[in-house]
């Protein structure tokens, strides 16, 4: 625990609950047969995460400090929008699912818990010491071993899944092509590139030798190293719960012929007559602790991205009253994303087009990351190697053109 860092708080964070519904209804409409996506997007997700990691620690920024030197201000305006939009309908769908699985678990009022819920994610955000804070971070990284468990009380055909993690056995109908952008919208989004390159950055200040690593290079190899086996032991770790995700889902929902999940709490409460109340109870209790962990991720990732493209005092590391536009945001972000609980609108569609917009945004966004991790202007003498920039942009061209795909069909 001591070793990991950052790569594995965004791994276990891009397993949300608005990510636990999207696997759940695949699982529950596809059965096994798109298990391929979840093991295609493990390579694609570590590299793209690797450049995003390597960026921050080499330049000791984040990405909306580099866009801001770099792009034009309708870029980045146009990029932070998106990002914004996307992150609040997240983690309005965050919030939720973790409200309903309260109510679930313990009956009562969902919206209560809604507002109970946001407030003490931000106040841990924004009130607690930032070495403490991702302690907690990263214990509640644990909370997704509940999808493993998952498996061992439900049948799960072994053959199958291995079938269907290897070999894809649907058609490209538009529906299948939906499917697979929202697993790639998930899996691969802009708010884990802004959060994994700025906690590097803020990694990096709280060392000894505070300076970005391009300006000591003599450390490079030995952060290299740390930041690929961190980054990757997180990536592969949130895959393969999305696999035990969709494969629970696929033995109980769709099996019963449940091939319509509305949100995570919808999964959950589905399974209580299929896999009996003590299944239900670990797939609500994973929703929460998973939620517990990427609802400041998600506020965090905004802030960052908006308080570095405009220059503000941004960091956990710093006290509420020395960063308050910053931790003004994430308290805003926040209230936003638990005020939509309360409105009539549609988690699923909301989440649908999150993921298009998380889509239509990583594509230019991690163009961007290889453009900026290739210049030595930049990057000093520890530019990205040939196979990260090569993985990065068919990353970057396979996700842009499963959106228009999508959206033509």
């Not at 109970?116 to 931000?122: P, T």
């Not at 009996?276 to 602790?289: P, Q, T």
């Not at 941004?314 to 003004?328: D, H, I, K």
């Not at 520890?382 to 996700?399: E, N, V």
Request: glycine letters at 10%; one cysteine or more; aromatic letters at 10%.
């Amino acid at each position: 625990m001591r070793k990991l860092g950052p790569g594995v708080i965004t791994g276990a964070a891009d397993d949300d609950p608005s990510g636990i519904a999207t696997y759940s209804q695949i699982g529950a409409q596809y059965g096994y047969a798109l298990g391929w996506t979840v093991v295609l997007t493990t390579p694609l997700m570590g590299a793209v995460q690797e450049i995003s990691a390597r960026l921050g620690r080499v330049t000791g920024a984040g990405l909306g400090a580099a866009m801001r030197s770099q792009m034009p201000g309708w870029f980045s305006a146009s990029i932070l929008c998106a990002l914004v939009v996307a992150n609040i309908f997240n983690l309005s769908a965050d919030i939720g699912a973790m409200a309903d699985s309260c109510r679930l678990l313990i009956g009562g009022p969902a919206q209560v818990y809604a507002v109970l819920i946001a407030l003490f994610c931000a106040g841990c955000e924004i009130f607690l010491a930032y070495k403490r804070y991702v302690l907690i971070l990263k214990w509640l990284t644990l909370a997704l071993f509940a999808y493993v468990a998952l498996l061992f009380i439900v049948h799960v055909p072994l053959k199958e899944a291995v079938l269907g993690a290897v070999f894809p056995r649907t058609g490209l109908t538009r529906a299948a092509l939906t499917a697979l952008v929202a697993v790639l919208g998930t899996t691969i989004s802009p708010y884990l590139f802004f959060w994994q390159a700025s906690e590097e950055a803020e990694e990096e200040h709280g060392e000894a030798d505070s300076r970005p690593l391009k300006d000591h290079v003599a450390d490079a190899p030995a952060q290299t190293k740390r930041i690929r086996i961190d980054t990757y032991a997180g990536m592969i770790f949130s895959n393969l719960i999305a696999l035990a995700i969709m494969f629970g889902t696929a033995a109980t929902l769709h099996a019963s012929g449940k091939t319509e999940i509305t949100s995570a709490a919808d999964a959950a409460e589905a399974l209580k007559p299929l896999a009996g109340e003590f299944a239900s109870a670990i797939f609500s209790l994973g929703i929460i602790g998973t939620g517990l962990l990427a609802v400041p991720v998600l506020a965090g990732s905004a802030a960052y991205a908006v308080g570095e493209a405009y220059a503000w005092t941004v960091g956990l590391s710093y006290r509420a009253f020395e960063a308050r536009l910053f931790y003004g945001f994430i308290a805003l972000s926040t209230a936003i994303g638990a005020g939509i609980v309360f409105l009539p609108i549609n988690s699923m569609s909301a989440l649908f087009w999150s993921a298009v917009i998380n889509g239509a945004v990583s594509a230019p966004m991690i163009a961007l990351m290889v453009y900026l991790g290739s210049r030595p202007a930049i990057m000093g003498t520890l530019t990205l190697s040939w196979p990260l920039k090569i993985l990065g942009l068919f990353t970057a061209a396979l996700m842009g053109a499963c959106t228009v795909a999508m959206l033509v069909l």
